[in-house]
């Protein structure tokens, strides 16, 4: 039998090639460029991986597409004096496609909340305003009208997006942002696995329109998690975590500008927690893990809430006479599979508001509710600690 022989340089060959197509192959580290992110940008421009420096109200205008690609940062500077925030007008589209390992990072050099503005995107899907509009002006400082009745508008998409220690308050002493402001956007909009961290208003605010949020993180927000006006309407929205720390008022604020309606945006798979000790944004006598109030109604399911055990605080709070009339009676606000962990009571009312009785199967108990269920990784961890608490 004829042997094989094989000499060490071809067999050094043999596991060259091998290791070329190897799917495990190291991949050399990115180099991330620096640049600037400033002015109005109004022809479509791609931000490569880098770390960038806002500067000033970005404006994206309409018929600009910016994109960011994953991994990227980008800080404002309060100590420069200016206002600084990244606004897409209608018409305008902002694609940040970050992924769990390498987020898009908004942030702050100071890490102050309320150092900056956030995200503000606005749309022209339908709003429904005060005494009826269908137009409305931004609260942001901005002076923006929002509103219109493309129920698909598409601003672009966001996914794996934090934003950090944002809700400038303007010194107008009126005008607040928060970390993502949706005026009016459409369902053609993606938004997905969103964190709004430390920010000095709200971390998500909705000003009508049908989008929806899909995997959002609230953490440590002073005044409410997630808040919407203006018949907000999203149907689709899943798998919202807030957690309350260090100042904090509503879990969820939900209104509708005094306007009885039936729009019943639809939210499933909700964790609201409080951690011990925290205060309340203006020493606020109440901070409740969900308050309907001026109209707000809704459908949520599979419901957690945990860490509002404060006498003043309840699970589910009416604020008013007509929100209880016209929309707990009349049936439009449904509470299913809500568990409460502590001694949080169930409801709470005002002096116009005695007695809550929700009609049979609209509000449901479970002590089997899981609320939100989310993937740790890096798009939900700041400083190495996790905001899955």
Request: hydrophobic share 35%; with cysteine.
């Amino acid at each position: 039998m004829k042997k094989l022989v094989l000499s060490l340089s071809v067999l050094s060959l043999l596991f060259v090639g091998c290791s070329e197509d190897n799917d495990e192959t190291v991949a050399t580290p990115k180099t991330p460029v620096v640049g600037e992110i400033t002015g109005d940008i109004t022809a479509n421009r791609n931000y490569v991986f880098g770390n960038y420096t806002l500067k000033g109200i970005v404006k994206i205008k309409a018929g600009a597409t910016v994109t960011i690609e994953a991994g990227s940062k980008i800080t404002a500077t309060l100590s420069d004096g200016s206002v600084d925030a990244l606004v897409v007008e209608n018409g305008g589209k902002l694609i940040v496609n970050g992924t769990a390992a390498e987020p898009v990072v908004f942030t702050e050099s100071s890490q102050i909340p309320g150092s900056w503005g956030g995200i503000i995107m606005y749309g022209n899907a339908p709003i429904v305003a005060l005494n009826g509009l269908t137009t409305a002006t931004s609260e942001d400082g901005l002076a923006q009208q929002y509103g219109g009745t493309n129920d698909t508008h598409n601003g672009g998409t966001l996914r794996y997006v934090r934003v950090e220690y944002a809700g400038k308050k303007i010194t107008d002493g009126t005008s607040e942002m928060n970390g993502f402001s949706f005026y009016s956007v459409g369902s053609g909009t993606i938004l997905e696995n969103l964190v709004a961290y430390k920010g000095a208003d709200d971390g998500f605010e909705f000003y009508g329109g049908t989008v929806n949020l899909i995997n959002a993180i609230s953490y440590g927000n002073f005044d409410d998690s997630f808040d919407w006006q203006d018949g907000w309407k999203g149907q689709l929205s899943t798998n919202w975590y807030a957690y309350q720390t260090g100042t904090g008022n509503f879990g969820m604020e939900i209104e509708c500008k005094n306007n009885n309606n039936s729009f019943l945006p639809k939210v499933s798979n909700i964790t609201l927690k409080r951690a011990a000790g925290t205060l309340t944004e203006n020493n606020s006598a109440e901070y409740d893990a969900i308050q309907f109030k001026n109209q707000g109604n809704g459908e949520y399911t599979n419901i957690l809430i945990d860490g509002y055990s404060n006498p003043s605080a309840v699970a589910v709070r009416i604020q008013d006479a007509n929100t209880n009339t016209n929309q707990v009676n009349a049936s439009k606000i449904k509470l299913t599979n809500v568990k409460i962990n502590g001694t949080t009571p169930q409801f709470g009312g005002t002096s116009t508001v005695t007695s809550i009785v929700f009609p049979a199967g609209q509000y449901t108990t479970s002590t089997t509710s899981t609320g939100a269920s989310l993937t740790n990784g890096a798009w939900s961890t700041v400083n190495g600690a996790t905001l899955l608490q």
